[in-house]
């Protein structure tokens, strides 16, 4: 008796959410046609989001949602403004996607090292590969659920350093990063986030973003030693640790202050950016360091 009350339960919240969901594609409809505007109902698709492990019976609900009497297919991925979102947000999709275009672009580099100078080979990659690990950074690096995917864009990343060098296959890469001033993936969507970050501090952002953040000063009236720093809330789950309003005030109170004061954007990035290379740097001596120790 219980399973079939909860079975009848379901089914009324999904014509409910149905014909909610509906109504409200009708208003937009409306709207598209008082505005003038055309939507391609081929090219439109909804989509579900929601946990790996969480798992649910659609069907009732994909068949009849319409709009402009024309029925939307459910999806589980799809490309908004060149990103690739999927249902879980773990930006799986838009990473291999990344891959298959930033690999033809090392490919070529490969071909030519021999007969271009460091200098072009470097033109290339600025021009035909980083700006695929560059766009919407800010979004998919942080929040990727799975880290070896994000390793394989380095590992990308990685062999064009290599063939622009001319070094061996199993060469470090630390130094060259460091001598060609280029940041690896991670690093260039932490660079974004500090940039957004140092924009809502000066105001620079829409006021509903500068809005999202607030000083530990005006949450508490005691003085403490983390007073002026940016106040991090409260993470019911390991999806809202990558977003925004958690991470980039958690990164922004761990940058160094001579960093953070910067008067300009630009010499802000200016800053940032070399700290983040000479740590490649630093990492790279420490190996070398504790190999040497270990070894002899």
Known sequence: LLSSLMIQISLWLIVT?????????????????ANRLSLNVDKTHFIIFKGVRKK??????????????K???QVRSTKFLGVFIDEHLAWDVHINNLKSKISKTCGIINKVKYKLPRSVLLLIYNSLLLPYLQYCAMIWVCNVSNQSNLNSLLVIQKRAIRNICLLNYRDHTAYFFNELKLLKVEDIGLLQVSQFMYKANHMLLPIHFCRMFARN???????????ENLHIVTANSSKKL??????GPRYW???????????????????????????????????VTLLFYFCY
């Open 217 to 227: 000063s005006a949450t508490h009236h005691y003085n403490t030693r983390q007073t």
């Open 71 to 73: 029925p939307i297919s």
């Open 56 to 69: 649910y019976n659609t069907g009732d609900l994909s068949e009849k949602l319409v709009i402009d009497n």
């Open 242 to 247: 990558n977003t925004i309003t958690h991470f």
């Open 17 to 33: 959410y149905r014909r909610m969901l509906n109504a409200e594609l009708k208003l937009l409809n409306s709207w598209f046609i």
């Open 253 to 287: 109170n761990n940058l160094p202050n001579h960093i953070k004061v910067a008067p300009t954007l630009s010499s802000f990035t200016k800053k940032l950016k070399s700290h983040l290379i000479s740590l490649y740097v630093w990492r790279f001596f420490l190996l």
